[in-house]
């Protein structure tokens, strides 16, 4: 590579001044028909999600918290005596006899994730609003918007000459959604209103106020969740008249619904919650709205990306992913649909709440998909990888204080299965700290599931270069490693450390006599994930000064993993013995994990397990469930393809209609929905733009050549960095870095002559530009001309 010629001067930049914020829509010409054509909303505790009916608004509820289930002791007391047995047999190659011997005695006790104790997360409500009009006159003008700059949605259509509008919101400060009926006539605004539940309820109106409210079921003898909503309407003109269970309103000009969710999850007292936030409304409708717009937009406005856009990209949300099928030229979409990851992160978790689940925090049933639970072999891992480079680190600290709260009970269930210290977790997770085996060995016996999580904790420490966090979460990854420490155990045919029992996720191969079998010893992902969480731990113990001992033990078992090793195929293998997949094209690529989320696979490193790496990802094949497609993304992009990279993002793009891909609403189909491909495709995209993992930055890594022209604003890099950077003909032409920490920050650069403005600190070699910041120093590199 030829020298990088700098030119220096001492300008320090008070801030990034080359880019301004795009506007971010989307759109719909009629209303929702399917809930996964109606419009997310929801402030990180509650949710909405308005139909748009024109006679019937259908507005479903949501608050992240109401469960039904309860805390249970699932753990199975003799399941210890038959670890040993278990092992056995697996050794001797007996993996059927072990494999029936865990369905019979190391499972969780009871029904596991199908009973009623393990809960699931439900529906709060739906608010219902019957319009009646002066005339039966058809409707025209109709238009259906989500506004994801400030986190608004509205509708508007006419009829017989009248215009109507409504807005809706989820307010970020007063913590209440809110509906607002106008028109631009008087007196025309008539319509009953009402709540209703499939299950589990009762309603009532008093006043101006509507009530509903329950309480769930959690098992035998135990006392379910209790929840409580209000509705309070308010109108300007017109009537308003109290029924037993709905209000009526007749003849208004404007109409407002003020709506408080809330449960008794953690001893919170719902019904004093649910008032107190109605009854602290302060300030008219105008002031409260611009409100939670700034405070919205103190997160979302943090990241911009600009791509270039077509004729498709002024058409409706529905008609323009149809559009992308055959003309991808549309890349403006691609930049819509980073953003819309960024706005549903944003809108499903905060501070001091619950992490996003498998839904988010959005659901029109009460029997959600797989409980609407936690996922913890790759699912709630995946919700949160926008949350660093994407720059809402703070929307991570919900996930990683879920991930304490799981050691007291992972303890005892790494006591009661495994007789080892520390904690464990596996498949399975809800918000009553369920760390069991799932009832199924085939996929709940995986046990590197707390392992991963402790990766969203080392690596938010990389990104904010926190240490006072870090010792706050040290305890938590430790324990994870003294789990492992304490339940590797050798294989006698090959000397290697081996988790046993276990699994490769959810996934099956086939022995040389036939069977097709799940249970094994060691497969590849676990040996990654142990490997990476002795690293990241001994990184830690060093950083904080502690355990110089017990770290040397721990790095010591470490060199006695298996490696990660290519098989018969060129490909990487999923398991210790080179089987036979049953099924070639699973959704799972965990022997992968390595290349990412991990970065045990680099070009620099490991490049004949990268080119392994490829060669797994074409037996895969490309179309898969939405959240297998976008890691999919991910793995193209830490592969530098970036035409790959691209394809896989028209694959998750297609319109799902019954297969896989993308909702009308740009929810991501398993199907059906599951909101980690919304994240993992964010996440995917942001990785085509800036990679940090391999110990340097590099821009425009894996962007296709496509993308002549673009400019991305302020991607989180790890060290503690941030970075805003345009790029012409696919060539950087200007980066603004912000240092959020004092750190040496290390760029890779093109073969282009740049200049650097904003610091004297740095040097190059090896065509990489080293640059010492202190906390807050801004700098600027530019191309010459």
């Keep these: 590579m030829k020298k990088i010629l700098l030119a220096i001067s001492c300008i320090l930049y008070s801030g990034i001044t080359l880019f301004s914020q795009n506007i971010w829509k989307y759109y719909f010409t009629e209303p929702a028909s399917i809930w996964e054509e109606s419009i997310p909303l929801g402030n990180g505790r509650i949710g909405m999600m308005p139909w748009g009916g024109i006679d019937r608004e259908r507005i479903v509820l949501n608050e992240i918290s109401l469960w039904s289930g309860n805390k249970q002791d699932a753990d199975n007391p003799d399941a210890y005596k038959y670890l040993g047995e278990i092992r056995k047999l697996l050794f001797e190659n007996k993996n059927r006899e072990a494999q029936e011997l865990m369905y019979k005695t190391f499972t969780c006790k009871g029904e596991g994730s199908s009973g009623a104790d393990y809960g699931k997360f439900e529906n ?225 978790t905060r501070e001091g709440g619950l992490p996003p689940n498998l839904q988010g925090l959005w659901a029109p049933q009460i029997h959600t998909p797989w409980n609407g639970d936690y996922h913890l072999n790759i699912n709630l891992q995946m919700n949160l990888w926008p949350a660093e480079v994407c720059n809402l680190s703070e929307l991570h600290l919900p996930t990683i204080e879920y991930v304490k709260s799981l050691t007291e009970p992972g303890h005892k269930t790494a006591k009661v299965y495994y007789n080892s210290d520390g904690w464990v977790t596996h498949i399975l997770g809800n918000v009553w700290g369920f760390t069991s085996p799932g009832e199924s060995p085939s996929w709940g016996a995986t046990n590197t599931s707390g392992a991963w999580m402790c990766r969203h904790l080392w690596e938010h420490y990389l990104y904010t270069q926190d240490v006072k966090y870090l010792e706050s979460v040290y305890p938590t990854m430790k324990g994870a490693a003294l789990f492992f420490e304490n339940m590797l155990v050798e294989d006698p045919n090959n000397g290697y450390l081996v988790t046993a029992p276990t699994t490769s996720p959810e996934n099956t191969y086939i022995t040389e006599s036939g069977d097709v079998l799940s249970v094994c010893a060691g497969s590849t992902m676990d040996n990654q994930i142990v490997r990476e969480l002795f690293t990241n731990v001994s990184q830690a113990a060093k950083i904080l000064n502690t355990d110089k ?25 999923e398991w210790l013995n080179d089987y036979e997949e049953a099924e070639i094209h699973h959704r799972h690529v965990s022997q992968l994990y390595g290349l990412h989320p991990g970065y045990e696979l680099t070009y620099e490193k490991t490049p004949e397990l990268m080119e392994a790496a490829k060669k797994t990802l074409e037996r895969r094949g490309d179309e898969s469930t939405g959240w297998s497609m976008a890691w999919k993304i991910n793995f193209w992009a830490r592969l530098k393809d970036g035409d790959r990279t691209y394809k896989l993002i028209g694959d998750l793009l297609k319109p799902a209609g019954k297969g896989h891909g993308t909702y009308p609403n740009l929810f991501s189909a ?73 750190n040496t920050f290390v760029f890779k650069l093109a073969d282009d002559k740049m200049g650097i403005s904003g610091t004297k600190n740095y040097k190059t070699e090896n065509g990489k530009l080293f640059l010492h910041l202190e906390k807050g120093e801004i700098i600027r590199i530019s191309k010459f001309p």
């Design 549 to 573: 001992q017990w770290i040397k033990a721990i790095e010591t078992k470490k060199q006695r993993l298996a490696p990660t090793t290519i098989g018969k195929y060129g490909q990487i293998m």
């Design 124 to 348: 709060f409500g739906n608010l219902y609003i019957d319009f009646t009009y002066p005339d039966a006159s058809g409707t025209v003008d109709y238009k259906r918007t989500l506004d994801l700059n400030n986190a608004l949605s509205d509708v508007s259509y006419t009829k017989e000459s009248i215009k109507y509008t409504r807005e809706y919101f989820t307010s970020f400060t007063d913590d209440i959604g809110i509906a607002r009926y106008t028109a631009d006539k008087p007196e025309s605004l008539s319509m009953r209103i009402s709540l209703g539940r499939d299950e589990n309820y009762e309603t009532y109106a008093s006043g101006p106020v509507l009530y509903i409210f329950g309480k769930l079921s959690a098992g035998e003898g135990k006392e379910g969740m209790k929840y409580l909503g209000m509705v309070k309407v308010e109108n300007e003109g017109g009537d308003l008249f109290t029924n037993a269970g709905d209000i009526e309103i007749k003849n208004a000009d404007e109409v407002t619904l003020s709506i408080s969710l809330a449960t008794n999850y953690n001893g919170v007292e719902q019904e004093k919650l649910a008032a107190d936030l109605l009854n602290k409304l302060k300030g008219d409708y105008k002031t409260r709205k611009q409100k939670h717009i700034e405070k919205y937009q103190n997160l979302f406005n943090r990241v911009d990306l600009t791509l270039g856009k077509n004729k498709n990209s002024d058409l409706p949300i529905n008609r323009r992913l149809e559009a992308f099928v055959n003309d991808r030229t549309d890349y403006d979409l691609v930049a819509l649909y980073m953003q819309y990851g960024r706005y549903l992160l944003i809108s499903s």
């Design 670 to 742: 398993h199907p059906p929905m599951q909101i980690d491909g919304n994240f993992g495709g964010c996440a995917g995209i942001a990785e085509m733009l800036v990679q940090s993992h391999a110990g340097y930055i590099e821009l425009l890594p894996s962007i296709p050549g496509e993308w002549k022209d673009g400019s991305v604003k302020g991607l989180k890099v790890r060290g503690g960095g941030e970075v805003s950077f345009a790029w012409k003909n696919g060539k950087v032409t200007d980066v603004d870095f912000i240092a959020r920490t004092a």
